[in-house]
């Protein structure tokens, strides 16, 4: 009796609210990453100090905006001499007011040049990029395998000698929604294949953690 009143239950609520749905994951490979790739990884309690240890003064781009409430960290921390903001701004979740917002947020750096809005997929956006221009680049965007894939390798060229590729959201995924991530897997079979080696973890438990990684000597 209690089974049958939980279906019926399940089955009203999901056909009035559409709330509930089947989750589709993404398909994604399961690499595993060797020792020598972690060795020298350093652990971090928030991204704030993950900043306070990436370059000062350098050429860098934040792939994902939102508010902008991130970016104004790495001007802050970091006093970068141009920051590329990449966003698309498109969507529901990110909508298009959004982007003024962040615009005026930024309206003096922008005139002085210190700030430039790069409005578009980041993974299209890149072409528009010099190779071996950024110093670091932090990446917030779509959080799935395939599309930090695709900015993993596609951002490779555009980094300086020494360049540090860093991210958000280096975790599983959400319960609640749900939904899988595939940042871990993603950096894990990029640092295999290019031999890069992570160098930081955050640890957080408010927010997902971060990770930043470079070319190993």
Known sequence: MLQSLKKRFYQY?????????????????????????IENARLLATREQLLSLLPTNGVVAE?????????????????????HLVDVWKSKRYPEELFYKVNKKFEVEIKTGKVEINRGLSTEVVKDFPDKYFDWIYIDTAHSYSVTN???????????????????????????????????????????KRRWEIVYLTMERGISPSFAIKAKA
């Not at 860093?166 to 295999?192: L, M, N, Q, R």
């Open 13 to 37: 609520y999901t056909s009035k609210h559409r709330l509930i749905q089947k989750p589709k994951f993404e398909q994604m490979p399961v690499p595993e990453i060797g020792y020598a790739l």
């Open 150 to 192: 695709s900015e993993l390798e596609t951002y490779l060229p555009k980094m300086k000698l020494g360049g540090i590729i860093a991210g958000h959201d280096f975790t599983v995924g959400e319960i609640d929604v749900p939904w899988k991530y595939g940042v871990i897997e993603a950096v894990y079979e990029f640092c295999s």
């Open 63 to 83: 792939l994902g905006v939102d508010h902008g409430d991130f970016s104004q960290k790495i001007l802050d921390i970091n006093q970068p001499t141009k920051l």
